[in-house]
């Protein structure tokens, strides 16, 4: 099922739930609000700027890390201005791992390095163990290919694309920064805005509303 608007298929899916036919809304909007691009662009962050200390404490908090919280605490009570010169000498495996990075950041691009550093870390295994339906994995992969491709024009800079990220994920008739549109659920139905479902092929295909008169009034 294709609509223009997100808030049609959220109506939908609750209806079709409460006759207990399964459902799967592919979300067009939070693409930057998921859990998983959220810990992937912590670790960007800190392979670019290591001392923000928000970001790292963030990253290190994360499944992909794991150091302890009281650890992090006891650590940065010597000195606190910067938790990273505080933190890094540390005697884990998982913080050589990151200082590493962040050194080869110096003499290679910082897309290659985040691009293993995603692999390496367990990111993308992480994500495929936890949601099958291959959505978390899309995310991470459409992140990297938003940050290549910005990577190729003039002017790029990478503190501005992680500062900006957030800037294009709004909800406007279905046609921002959405969820990757990942494997398929075979086995309900499908709900998804018009502009999700371009390059997609369905045996059936219902559009809700088609009949309604477009907005003519500029909002959008």
Known sequence: IIARKHKTLNELAQFLNHQKIPTHVHSGKGFFSRR???????????????????????????????????????????????????????????????????ERCQLESVTYVFEQALNDLGYFDLSRNHDATGRRESNLWKLLSLLKSEERKAGFNIINFINNTAAVDLDVDGSSEGDAVAALEPNCVNLMTIHASKGLQFNHVVVCRAGKKPDLSGKY
């Open 36 to 102: 998983e691009v959220n810990d992937a662009l912590a670790l960007l962050k800190f392979l670019v700027n290591p001392v923000d200390n928000v970001n790292l404490v963030n990253l290190l908090r994360s499944p992909y890390c794991r150091v302890p919280e009281q650890l992090i605490y006891d650590s940065i009570q010597t000195e606190a201005s910067i938790y990273w010169h505080a933190i890094r000498n540390l005697d884990l495996e998982v913080l050589r791992i990151l200082k590493g990075y962040h």
